[in-house]
T-cell receptor
Framework: GAVVSQHPSWVICKSGTSVKIECRSL??????MFWYRQFPKQSLMLMAT?????????EQGVEKDKFLINHASLTLSTLTVTSAHPEDSSFYIC???????????FGPGTRLLVL | GQQLNQSPQSMFIQEGEDVSMNCTSS?????WLWYKQDPGEGPVLLIA?????ELTSNGRLTAQFGITRKDSFLNISASIPSDVGIYFC????????????FGTGTRLQVTL
């Protein structure tokens, strides 16, 4: 149980375009989802926390207008990277917690390459 | 954002050897977690620690929650090739909706 999926697993896009990444909890209801970014050989850095039906809370230094997060249902959160630039190329990982909010279950990640 | 300090940063060991790595913080956490990440994948939870001083095992893995609540260590006994990967600690504070702060990571490579 407690499986989180992400789609797509990798994406290549042109600079200036927008990219949407989906995060789904497959067998549980995720009241809270988290989005992380990981650059090569670095750790995971939290970008934002999203609760179902409410606006996401962004970490300091993360532009909310550039990284749009929608958590419209208890099983789906989306991250849209708007007007992507090469420096946005990274590994984006989501995680989700169920109602007890004690354990975070991580997705397999989405690798984004912006040309 | 804040990161927890892990040491060593990387290590090469021979199959069968024991491994020890630790994680320190300047502030207190109520929960300590250890994850393993394989290349191109998301992190997978190995061990969770909920009480200061707690020692918990999961197969060949043993982790301890430091008494001061500012550190934790992870031991792997009798390493095998599939132990290769990056190990991250993560701290969690109560009342933060399970938000995690990750460590800098320890890269483990096992030679035959």
């Amino acid at each position: 149980g407690a499986v989180v999926s992400q789609h797509p697993s990798w994406v290549i896009c042109k600079s200036g375009t927008s990219v949407k990444i989906e995060c789904r909890s497959l067998d549980f209801q995720a009241t809270t989802m988290f989005w992380y970014r990981q650059f090569p050989k670095q750790s995971l850095m939290l970008m934002a926390t999203s609760n179902e039906g409410s606006k996401a809370t962004y970490e300091q230094g993360v532009e909310k207008d550039k990284f749009l997060i929608n958590h419209a249902s208890l099983t789906l959160s989306t991250l849209t990277v708007t007007s992507a630039h090469p420096e946005d190329s990274s590994f984006y990982i989501c995680s989700a917690t169920d109602r007890d909010q004690e354990t975070q279950y991580f997705g397999p990640g989405t690798r984004l390459l912006v040309l | 954002g804040q990161q927890l300090n892990q040491s060593p940063q990387s290590m090469f060991i021979q199959e069968g050897e024991d491994v020890s790595m630790n994680c320190t913080s300047s502030s207190i956490f109520n929960t300590w977690l250890w994850y393993k990440q394989d290349p191109g994948e998301g992190p997978v939870l190995l061990i969770a620690l909920y009480k200061a001083g707690e020692l918990t095992s999961n197969g060949r893995l043993t982790a301890q929650f430091g008494i001061t609540r500012k550190d934790s260590f992870l031991n792997i006994s009798a390493s095998i090739p599939s132990d290769v990967g990056i190990y991250f600690c993560a701290g969690q504070r109560s009342g933060t909706a399970s938000k995690l702060t990750f460590g800098t990571g320890t890269r483990l490579q096992v030679t035959l």
